[in-house]
T-cell receptor
Framework: GEDVEQSLFLSVREGDSSVINCTYTDSSSTYLYWYKQEPGAGLQLLTYIFSNMDMKQDQRLTVLLNKKDKHLSLRIADTQTGDSAIYFCAERGAGGSYIPTFGRGTSLIVHP | GAVVSQHPSWVICKSGTSVKIECRSLDFQATTMFWYRQFPKQSLMLMATSNEGSKATYEQGVEKDKFLINHASLTLSTLTVTSAHPEDSSFYIC??????????????FGPGTRLTVL
């Protein structure tokens, strides 16, 4: 079945760039998502990318997709303490099921 | 962006009672909503898919008689935890599928409901 893998933790210094990586196994993935979850809150959709794109940029966020390697990354420029949260990668295949598969989430810790 | 609300945001109940959680899509119609459960420091566990006007589809291992789902309208789905027990204590999150255009097919999540069963 589909599988989405993420590293569990990432620690960066305030002002540096953060790169959160994700790998997936479903070669038919059409949509790939990044969600942010702050403590005690639901998931906030940050951005998504179609599988026919290589890159998408939105202000401080840059998403890179390497479809050949099934690798997705989220880069946060000028990381701030408010960016501390859990970031979930998710992918959705092209088949009849439109239910995304989520990774376990990467906990981003930003320290001064 | 699309907004999904949940009510209540937290609830404490006694063991054996039932608790209803509401999920609403505020600015779009959602024929499909999802209910997730999240344990501390763990990823989301999909419990069921709620389809407007039809029965919910439950994931394997989820008791449909315990977790009753009703998707009565295009903007409202409810999850009722029946005869709740302490092991049902968790963070329940709903999401709604926004499929309103050719470039839009994604899920928007509610803020979650923290259920504590004493």
């Amino acid at each position: 079945g589909e599988d989405v893998e993420q590293s569990l933790f990432l620690s960066v210094r305030e002002g540096d760039s953060s790169v959160i990586n994700c790998t997936y196994t479903d070669s038919s993935s059409t949509y790939l998502y990044w969600y942010k979850q702050e403590p005690g809150a639901g998931l906030q959709l940050l951005t998504y990318i179609f599988s026919n794109m290589d890159m998408k940029q939105d202000q401080r966020l840059t998403v890179l997709l390497n479809k050949k390697d099934k690798h997705l990354s989220l880069r946060i420029a000028d990381t701030q303490t408010g960016d501390s949260a859990i970031y979930f990668c998710a992918e959705r295949g092209a088949g009849g099921s439109y239910i995304p598969t989520f990774g376990r989430g990467t906990s981003l810790i930003v320290h001064p | 962006g699309a907004v999904v609300s949940q009510h209540p945001s937290w609830v404490i109940c006694k063991s054996g009672t039932s608790v209803k959680i509401e999920c609403r899509s505020l600015d779009f119609q959602a024929t499909t909503m999802f209910w997730y459960r999240q344990f501390p420091k763990q990823s989301l566990m999909l419990m069921a898919t709620s389809n407007e006007g039809s029965k919910a589809t439950y994931e394997q291992g989820v008791e449909k008689d315990k977790f009753l789902i009703n998707h009565a309208s295009l903007t409202l789905s409810t999850l009722t935890v029946t005869s709740a027990h302490p092991e049902d204590s968790s963070f329940y999150i709903c999401s709604a599928r926004d499929f309103s255009g050719p470039d839009t097919d994604t899920q928007y999540f509610g803020p979650g409901t923290r259920l504590t069963v004493l």
